[in-house]
């Protein structure tokens, strides 16, 4: 799973955020309208969105971690 950050209109410039794979994810947690955390091996990571409302983001996620053969006991909270 990867998340960057993109800012920028005739200039873009890009940051990745977060770089996990699914088995390493623990849990996915709708903070706000726009806002989401991902706990990664312990580690909090706090993403925000600017364009899509992050319940549809973790929504998402949650349709393709059930998905994924790997791992499927990611807590998903918020919704």
């Known amino acids: 799973m990867v998340?960057?950050?993109v800012?920028?209109?005739l200039r873009k410039s890009y940051e990745v955020l977060l770089d996990a794979p699914y088995d390493e994810i623990d849990e996915v947690k709708?903070?706000?309208?726009?806002?989401?955390?991902?706990?990664h091996?312990?580690?909090?990571?706090?993403l925000d969105s600017t364009d899509i409302n992050a319940k549809?983001?973790?929504?998402g996620m949650e349709e393709v971690i059930k998905a994924s053969?790997?791992?499927q006991d990611v807590d998903i909270s918020g919704l």
């Open 56 to 59: 549809i983001i973790v929504e």
């Open 3 to 5: 998340f960057v950050s």
């Open 69 to 71: 053969p790997v791992k």
């Open 30 to 39: 709708l903070v706000s309208r726009y806002k989401f955390d991902i706990v």
């Open 41 to 46: 091996n312990g580690t909090t990571h706090q």
């Open 7 to 9: 800012k920028g209109f």
